[in-house]
């Protein structure tokens, strides 16, 4: 496995983990641009739409567009990997909470 191969499981996690704790399971790609940042997963925005892009088509996300505006809601799947309940090859398995 790559380095980008792992970075990408590990921004996918990081999204979903990030949706899973807002408000609604909801947040925006600008917002998700910058947790990631925090989180030490820099990415571009770029980066961020195709990785909502992904999600979305394998069902851990919806996402309305309005423009260059995209709001992201995690599905009941993208909660249940976002707390480790369960798994999927192409996103990073959370460590156990403390």
């Given at each position: 496995?790559?380095?980008?191969?792992?970075?990408r499981?590990h921004?996918r996690?990081?999204i979903l983990r990030?949706?899973?704790?807002?408000?609604?399971?909801?947040s925006?790609?600008s917002?998700?641009?910058d947790?990631l940042?925090?989180v030490?997963v820099?990415?571009t925005?770029?980066?961020?739409i195709t990785e909502?892009?992904w999600?979305?088509?394998?069902g851990?996300?919806t996402t309305?567009v309005?423009?260059?505006?995209?709001?992201a809601?995690a599905t009941?799947?993208?909660?249940e990997?976002?707390?480790?309940?369960?798994?999927?090859?192409?996103?990073?398995r959370?460590?156990?909470r403390?």
């Amino acid at each position: 496995m790559s380095y980008e191969d792992t970075v990408r499981k590990h921004r996918r996690l990081a999204i979903l983990r990030h949706l899973e704790a807002c408000t609604d399971y909801t947040s925006n790609a600008s917002i998700l641009t910058d947790v990631l940042d925090h989180v030490g997963v820099a990415s571009t925005r770029s980066q961020v739409i195709t990785e909502l892009q992904w999600l979305k088509e394998n069902g851990f996300i919806t996402t309305q567009v309005n423009g260059d505006f995209v709001v992201a809601t995690a599905t009941l799947n993208g909660v249940e990997i976002a707390r480790g309940r369960s798994t999927h090859p192409e996103i990073q398995r959370p460590s156990p909470r403390a």
